[in-house]
């Protein structure tokens, strides 16, 4: 609980640092129009403060503990029992696509769901057409996701580090468009900063 509690911190502290009271609108790219930059801005607010509070449910919370906070007994358990250690994975697997399928700031989401008859469907493989891209205000929640990421592991505001070096796995789920428009605006957050494609 401390790790998620420390965690949704540094995401705020992020979104503070960066989001509130700026006014970006003058350096965004032109595919990005100022009334929607300003309308998933006043949305953020609210994303931020919630953030994460699925990993809270019965489906998320244990299996979560289990993988990356056993005790000692816990760890000695999955030492001595392969299949122990392979019921944790896999009910940690299944607390991770839970989280990814109900949180639209993994790009997971945008990968695993599709939309039919204006239903979110949620899939069990990628879409065949490859991800949808992700909403303006869900790439903003991602980027505050990972600078909380950053400030927690390398004690600095830097997602463009965490995007280079962790995130390969959020990439391939990733459309052209969303690419483009996360690294337009990291470009413009952290101008002296490289994205490494």
């Not at 879409?127 to 990972?146: A, V």
């Not at 505001?157 to 690419?179: D, F, G, L, Q, V």
Request: aromatic share 12%.
């Amino acid at each position: 609980m401390d790790y998620i509690k420390e965690h949704v911190m540094n995401v705020i502290k992020f979104y503070n640092e960066f989001f509130v009271n700026k006014n970006w609108t003058d350096k965004l790219p032109e595919w990005i129009s100022k009334e929607d930059w300003e309308d998933a801005i006043s949305k953020l607010y609210t994303e931020v403060q919630n953030h994460d509070k699925s990993k809270y449910s019965d489906e998320e919370f244990e299996p979560y503990r289990r993988h990356f906070d056993k005790t000692t007994a816990e760890e000695l358990a999955d030492k001595s029992d392969e299949n122990e250690a392979l019921i944790v994975e896999e009910e940690y697997q299944k607390a991770w696509k839970h989280h990814y399928l109900i949180n639209p700031h993994h790009p997971e989401f945008w990968a695993y769901t599709d939309i039919v008859n204006g239903t979110l469907i949620p899939l069990d493989k990628p879409r065949e057409k490859g991800p949808r891209d992700m909403d303006l205000i869900s790439i903003l929640h991602m980027i505050c996701d990972w600078g909380g990421m950053t400030i927690k592991f390398r004690n600095k505001y830097s997602p463009i580090s965490w995007y280079n070096t962790e995130a390969k796995e959020e990439r391939a789920c990733m459309s052209e468009n969303t690419k483009k428009t996360l690294n337009a605006i990291l470009a413009m957050l952290f101008p002296d900063e490289e994205i490494i494609e």
